[in-house]
């Protein structure tokens, strides 16, 4: 057994830019390894009050770290064509050799209406994602390269800038049918912290993917969002979760919810048993050891941390120090 892979999960939604690089930065030092943060145009709430652009802030990071950078999710099919996205990888690793991976995801209206039009049902919005997967895999060949697809045209053009080694791309899902084409088309899986079972059949289709596309799953990485609430007592935690992170105690899809106001308003009806089974909140250091583990004992590779309350360095002081030395994989 070998110390296991945390990262450190950076809140856009929740912290300013200059704030997430300190953050990040201070994780590494405490013996984080890695930091990936969502792609927002808008805060979940309100109260949250951030959403700097993920790219600017990713490169900040890369500068004052050493580790993996993200983006952990960015959706390549509605604000940004899949070109700019590609464009946007390819400049970060170009950056920091060997240290950027792109996590794609189909997008949610929080975020993505914001340019108007029709917002499409999901089994639209994966069709588009996984076009864009195609012509982002057509640029980073380095070729000159044209698309016309459904969703996308891409004119003949290449990319200038381009790394030695092209990033990773890895598929956030949650569902079997994405996470088998995931499995068949992209190089690994993001997903986020659910029951043992949901898991088990999501790796189960990731891995039915990858062996008809002649790939071996086991090497190919499984990586986990794991959000959790720590503070110096358990109803100082409890209070952060309803604050801070409502939308982490919403029992329902979130992906057609277009503003951050309509977010606030639901909200209100969220109680403390909503988070049972969804976020470990608690002051015992130790217990979320065991539940960290717990994940990584199910197969992942990596697991980003997310304290959803705003008292990041002393949670990033606490974890460093009593949690990360005691977690294996």
Same mark, same amino acid.
């Given at each position: 057994?070998?110390?296991?892979?945390?990262?450190?999960?950076?809140?856009?939604? #929740?912290?300013?830019? #200059?704030?997430?690089?300190? /953050?990040?930065?201070?994780?590494?030092?405490?013996?984080?390894?890695?930091?990936?943060?969502?792609?927002?145009?808008?805060?979940?709430?309100?109260?949250? !009050?951030?959403?700097?652009?993920?790219?600017?802030?990713?490169?900040?990071?890369?500068?004052?770290?050493?580790?993996?950078?993200?983006?952990?999710?960015?959706?390549?099919?509605? *604000?940004?064509?899949?070109?700019?996205?590609?464009?946007?990888?390819?400049?970060?690793?170009?950056?920091?050799?060997? *240290?950027?991976?792109?996590?794609?995801?189909?997008?949610?209206?929080?975020?993505?209406?914001? @340019?108007? !039009? /029709?917002?499409?049902?999901?089994?639209?919005?994966?069709?588009?994602?996984?076009?864009?997967?195609?012509?982002?895999?057509?640029?980073?060949? !380095?070729?000159?390269?044209?698309?016309?697809?459904?969703?996308?045209?891409?004119?003949?053009? $290449?990319?200038?800038?381009?790394?030695?080694?092209?990033?990773?791309? /890895?598929?956030?899902?949650?569902?079997?049918?994405?996470?088998? %084409?995931?499995?068949?088309?992209? &190089?690994?899986?993001?997903?986020?912290?659910?029951?043992?079972?949901?898991? &088990?059949?999501?790796?189960? %289709?990731?891995?039915? !993917?990858?062996?008809?596309?002649?790939?071996?799953?086991?090497?190919?990485?499984?990586?986990?969002?794991?959000?959790?609430?720590?503070?110096?007592?358990?109803?100082?935690?409890?209070?952060?979760?309803? @604050?801070?992170?409502?939308?982490?105690?919403? %029992?329902?899809?979130?992906?057609?919810?277009?503003?951050?106001?309509?977010?606030?308003?639901?909200?209100?009806?969220? $109680?403390?048993?909503?988070?049972? +089974?969804?976020?470990?909140?608690?002051? &015992?250091?130790?217990?979320?050891?065991? /539940?960290?583990?717990?994940?990584?004992?199910?197969?992942?590779? #990596?697991?980003?941390?997310?304290?959803?309350?705003?008292?990041?360095?002393?949670?990033?002081?606490?974890? +460093?120090?009593?949690?990360?030395?005691?977690?294996?994989?």
């Amino acid at each position: 057994m070998t110390q296991a892979k945390i990262g450190y999960a950076a809140m856009l939604e #929740q912290f300013g830019p #200059q704030e997430v690089v300190d /953050y990040s930065a201070k994780a590494e030092a405490a013996g984080f390894s890695g930091v990936m943060a969502a792609d927002h145009f808008q805060p979940w709430v309100p109260r949250q !009050g951030q959403a700097a652009f993920v790219w600017n802030v990713m490169t900040a990071i890369g500068e004052r770290t050493k580790g993996d950078v993200g983006p952990g999710v960015t959706c390549p099919s509605f *604000r940004m064509h899949p070109a700019i996205v590609a464009q946007a990888s390819a400049t970060l690793a170009a950056m920091y050799p060997g *240290r950027h991976w792109l996590g794609l995801g189909s997008g949610e209206a929080l975020n993505e209406h914001v @340019v108007a !039009g /029709y917002w499409p049902e999901t089994p639209e919005r994966i069709a588009r994602m996984f076009e864009a997967i195609e012509v982002i895999r057509k640029l980073f060949s !380095g070729k000159d390269v044209k698309h016309e697809g459904t969703y996308f045209k891409l004119e003949t053009t $290449r990319l200038w800038t381009l790394p030695a080694q092209t990033p990773p791309i /890895y598929v956030a899902t949650a569902g079997p049918v994405t996470a088998r %084409k995931t499995g068949a088309l992209c &190089d690994g899986i993001i997903t986020v912290g659910a029951p043992e079972e949901k898991i &088990d059949g999501i790796f189960a %289709k990731f891995e039915e !993917g990858a062996r008809e596309a002649g790939k071996d799953p086991s090497t190919m990485p499984r990586i986990l969002q794991l959000h959790l609430s720590w503070a110096e007592t358990d109803e100082e935690a409890l209070q952060n979760a309803l @604050v801070e992170w409502p939308n982490g105690g919403m %029992k329902f899809p979130k992906q057609d919810i277009r503003s951050p106001f309509d977010f606030e308003q639901m909200a209100r009806l969220v $109680r403390p048993e909503d988070f049972q +089974g969804r976020m470990l909140i608690s002051s &015992d250091p130790e217990a979320h050891r065991r /539940y960290i583990q717990r994940f990584l004992d199910l197969g992942f590779d #990596q697991v980003y941390l997310h304290n959803v309350g705003r008292n990041q360095e002393r949670w990033i002081e606490v974890f +460093g120090r009593e949690v990360l030395p005691g977690l294996r994989r």
